[in-house]
């Protein structure tokens, strides 16, 4: 007697994940949700014209120094990011688009780490991109009006094209690459915080999770206001270079760095869990 082709999912390791299973699931996704990516995408190209021209027009073309490249990229990855995040699991907000993706033939784990695939790893990939084919145009104009003007005080070096994750030099202005790595993780963590509000409040689920990131960003100055903790303690694997640690300053950058995105990712998976078994 053969067994049902639908008891394969539950057999033995292939019921976690199957690869062929898996590619089908990315395929599904892109297939739906393209158009909500590429619109997203474009609106936020759209912003950073605006906000480019606004500046160059301020400056008159002769200011864009790397510092200030570096400021909107950050803060530019980290708001779209965030709300890239919560619109993830858009679908799970209505029943009936719910009740597909919830029947979708994945196991959890696969949706899960799809969504930390596409979430964690593509988006900030392709927002890079798009940032540097955005700010590359904008920086070689201000490099060509501070050649062709008479301001001797025009540094070509402070104009340096921003590019993430790669050596900045000697300005102590940029971020160096050790440093950008702490901002990748903060934003993993806070991209996990949004896809797990999403998940988790039923109605106005953006802004309620926005308000809880609010208050525990309250919360976490409260709390390091009174224990005295210091940049220097609670950013020490970032900005630390040749100094060695204590064991307890070790430990509170692990908690911080390596404990909490994971268990927001986690938080991420029983959530979507819960909503497979209901």
């Known amino acids: 007697?053969?067994?049902?082709?639908?008891?394969?999912?539950?057999?033995?390791?292939?019921?976690?994940?199957?690869?062929?299973?898996?590619?089908?699931?990315?395929?599904?996704?892109?297939?739906?949700?393209?158009?909500?990516?590429?619109?997203?995408?474009?609106?936020v190209g759209m912003l950073a014209v605006v906000v480019l021209l606004f500046l160059l027009v301020i400056a008159s073309?002769?200011?864009?120094?790397?510092?200030?490249?570096?400021?909107?990229?950050?803060?530019?990855?980290?708001l779209t990011g965030f709300v890239f995040a919560a619109r993830y699991f858009n679908a799970m907000a209505r029943r009936e688009s719910a009740l597909l993706a919830l029947m979708r033939p994945a196991s959890v784990f696969e949706k899960w780490l799809l969504c930390v695939l596409v979430v964690a790893v593509l988006y900030p990939l392709c927002y890079s991109l798009l940032f540097l084919a955005f700010m590359w145009p904008a920086q070689?104009?201000?490099?060509?009006?501070?050649?062709?003007?008479?301001?001797?005080?025009?540094?070509?070096?402070?104009?340096?094209?921003?590019?993430?994750?790669?050596?900045?030099?000697?300005?102590?202005?940029?971020?160096?690459?050790?440093?950008?790595?702490?901002?990748?993780?903060?934003?993993?963590?806070?991209?996990?915080?949004?896809?797990?509000?999403?998940?988790?409040?039923?109605r106005a689920a953006m802004l309620k999770t926005m308000a809880l990131a609010f208050v525990l960003f309250l919360m976490t100055l409260l709390v390091s206001a009174t224990a005295k903790a210091s940049d220097t303690v609670l950013f020490a694997w970032w900005s630390a270079s040749g100094v060695t640690l204590s064991l307890g300053v070790h430990a509170i950058n692990a908690v911080l760095w390596i404990g909490l995105p994971m268990l927001l990712w986690l938080q991420v998976y029983l959530h979507l869990r819960e909503k497979e078994l209901r």
């Open 1 to 43: 007697m053969t067994m049902p082709a639908h008891t394969d999912l539950g057999a033995g390791a292939s019921s976690v994940f199957s690869a062929s299973r898996f590619l089908r699931l990315s395929r599904a996704q892109w297939a739906e949700q393209r158009t909500q990516y590429l619109g997203h995408m474009l609106v």
């Open 61 to 78: 073309g002769r200011e864009f120094p790397t510092w200030l490249q570096q400021m909107l990229y950050l803060w530019g990855v980290f």
């Open 140 to 202: 070689q104009v201000v490099l060509a009006i501070g050649a062709l003007g008479s301001d001797s005080y025009f540094d070509p070096a402070k104009h340096a094209l921003f590019v993430p994750m790669w050596p900045q030099g000697h300005d102590a202005s940029v971020s160096s690459a050790r440093q950008q790595v702490g901002f990748l993780i903060a934003l993993w963590a806070f991209q996990a915080l949004a896809v797990a509000g999403s998940l988790y409040f039923r």
